[in-house]
């Protein structure tokens, strides 16, 4: 499985933003896939998951209410709708996949930066 995140950039505090992430390769295999964010000097932390098939999200409190995963399976897509945002979201993004067998992947990550 390939990961391939896009969208991230530079945006003032309140405005918005959408993530994609593009997974390529045996993505059958994929069981849940996820958004993670890392900012200098902290620990890798979880955003949002979601399950295939269910469709079933959860969300970092942080961002609960301010952001939306969603993940189109026919595409092979996975999308974080960012609104609301603050300097505090001011990291990398990741996107994650893990398979059935539990091996996960990730991508390289975006860029996404909030000025206030």
């Known amino acids: 499985v390939r990961l391939v995140e896009s969208g991230g950039g530079l945006v003032q505090a309140g405005g918005s933003l959408r993530l994609s992430c593009a997974a390529s390769g045996s993505t059958f295999s994929i069981n849940r896939m996820g958004w993670y964010r890392q900012s200098p000097g902290k620990q890798r932390e979880l955003v949002a998951t979601i399950i295939s098939g269910a469709g079933s999200a959860n969300y970092a409190d942080s961002v609960k209410g301010r952001f939306t995963v969603s993940r189109d399976n026919a595409r092979n897509t996975m999308s974080l709708q960012m609104n609301s945002l603050k300097p505090d979201d001011t990291a990398m993004y990741y996107c994650?996949?893990?398979?059935?067998?539990?091996?996960?992947?990730w991508g390289q990550g975006t860029q996404v930066t909030v000025s206030s």
């Open positions: 994650n996949a893990v398979q059935l067998n539990g091996i996960p992947t």
